[in-house]
Every structure is written in structure tokens, then in C-alpha cells.
């Protein structure tokens, strides 16, 4: 294994989680007639297992860039998503076993199907609330750091980094739908709860069912909120991505004078890779982060 691949367990996720995730799609897959109703559940599994088998695939050049691209993944909260996620899926693969225990493999029984799609269906929508939550943080941060990557190479043309930097606006735009449509989830949740607060009471259970109603929505509307705060992350690291500049290959002759790289003033808005600067016959460079007041004359 490379040195420098980022695997799973090298940003913290933990194996229970990622067992917990793989063990509820192999429950979901093995019945066949509740595919209609977690049919969506089994697509974001696979959507949050294959990113991360895409990580240790990474080529990584060294071992600053690893470290960076572990950070990158640490601030957007991959770690955290898929960890909870895992706990959810846990859960719930126990909570779909006493579901279906009426069941069999190839025939879900009525009761048991009401049980699943009619009965628990604030708690599935609360689960796949949390697995589009974990499913984007992964998907997005993932990509980000893949596209990075490529940026930092220094092999690539510039046809090929004008590219990368087009696919990362492309991300940036799916990153800002995203947001928009959990915003839209989070009004939906609302009025699910306004509705659920209004109706009348009953002389069965029917309170107690509400009552539980009501929770889960009001854990989807965290689950949304915590998913809007780390796809904004991923979104403000693919900005500055895309804003980034690499320098390179800059000489200065002749007693010339020259600024390399960017004013104190800029610092945080545009990221810099400065490489392979040379002085020679009396001239001077000033690399890195100088004073906005500067001035090349006193060079």
C-alpha cells in the first residue's frame, strides 16, 4: 500500500461502522419483496461504500499533500457522518429483522409490510435522512479531494488543470442544489410536524404513534441541519480550490526584482503553489506572503 493513501480508518472511521453499513445492505438485498419500500435505502448505501473504497485508490505524491488532503476530509466532517451513520444502520438492521419476522426471504407478509411501509414510516424516512446526509458529505468531500489531487500534479498540461478546475465548478454548483434542497427538506419537516401537532386525538394508541411521529421528524430536521453545515464546508474548500494558482518555473536575470506569490491582504482567499524559483546575476525574489506595502525599489 502507498505510504501516503488515505484509507478509512486513517480519518477516523471506525470498522464497526463501515460493517454496520455493509451488513444493513446485505439484510435490505436478501428481501426481495421489501425492495419497493427500502429500494432508495439499498442506492445510498452503495453510494456512501463506494467513495469511500475509492479513497486508499488515491495517488498521493507526498506525504504534505496527504496530510492536507486527511484535513480536508477531517473539516468536512467525513469521519463523524459516516461513524453515526454506521450506529444508525446498526439499529435499524435490528429494527427491519423484528419487522419482517413474519416474513421470509421471497414474501413479505401483509402485516409485515404494513409494519415497514406504513407503521415505521417517519423512522425510515429519519434513516434515509441520514444516509443522504452521510451519502453527500462523502460523495462531495471525496471528489473535492480527488480533483485536488490532480491540481497539485505537476505533470498535468494546462488543458488538463483548466479541466479539473471546470469539474470543480460543476461540483461547486451540485454542493449549492444540494444545500438548496435540504433547505426545501427542512420546510417539508416542518409542515409534517405542524400537521402531525393538529390532529385530533383518539381513544386508541394513536397518541402514542404521533408522539413518536413527531420525533423522528424533529430528528430529520437536525439530520438536515447537520447535513446544510458540512456540505457547506466541502463547499468553501472546493471554492478555494478553484481560486487556487500554481506558480512555477520563475527566474529573474540581470539584477531584476520580482514578488512571487501574494499580498498579506489575500491571505485565505486565493491558495497558492509556488515551485522552482531561481535568482541569478545580482536579483532578488521575494517568495511566499509579503506586506501589501511593499515596494520593489527597496528590493
Known sequence: MDPFSITAGAIGITGVATTSIAQLHTLIDGLSEAQDV??????????IERPL??????????EATSIA?????????VAEAVNKCGDACKEFSKDLTKWTRH????KLSLRDRLSVGVWNREKIRTLRMQLQSCEATVHFAVTSTQLMLQLRSERMSEADREN????????????????ELTTRQQEEA???KQELQEEPEDEDDGSAQR???????????????ADQVSCGVVFSQVRS?????????????????????????VVGKINQRITDVRTESGSVAVVGVYSDNISLKGL
Request: proline share 1%; glycine share 4%; net charge negative.
Open 69 to 77: 488532503a486527511k484535513e480536508d476530509l477531517r473539516k468536512a466532517g
Open 164 to 179: 479539473v478546475r471546470k469539474q470543480l465548478q460543476t461540483l461547486e454548483t451540485k454542493i449549492q442544489e444540494h444545500i
Open 53 to 62: 473504497a475509492a479513497l486508499d485508490q488515491l495517488a498521493i505524491s507526498d
Open 241 to 265: 480550490k478553484r481560486s487556487g494558482q500554481d506558480i512555477s518555473n520563475v527566474v529573474t536575470l540581470d539584477n531584476s526584482r520580482a514578488l512571487v506569490g501574494l499580498p498579506a491582504s
Open 190 to 192: 416542518q409542515a409534517r
Open 211 to 225: 408522539a413518536l411521529a413527531i420525533k423522528e421528524v424533529e430528528e430529520q430536521s437536525r439530520l438536515l441541519e
Open 38 to 47: 427500502v429500494a432508495d435505502v439499498a442506492s445510498s448505501l452503495t453510494n
Open 103 to 106: 416474513s421470509t426471504t421471497t
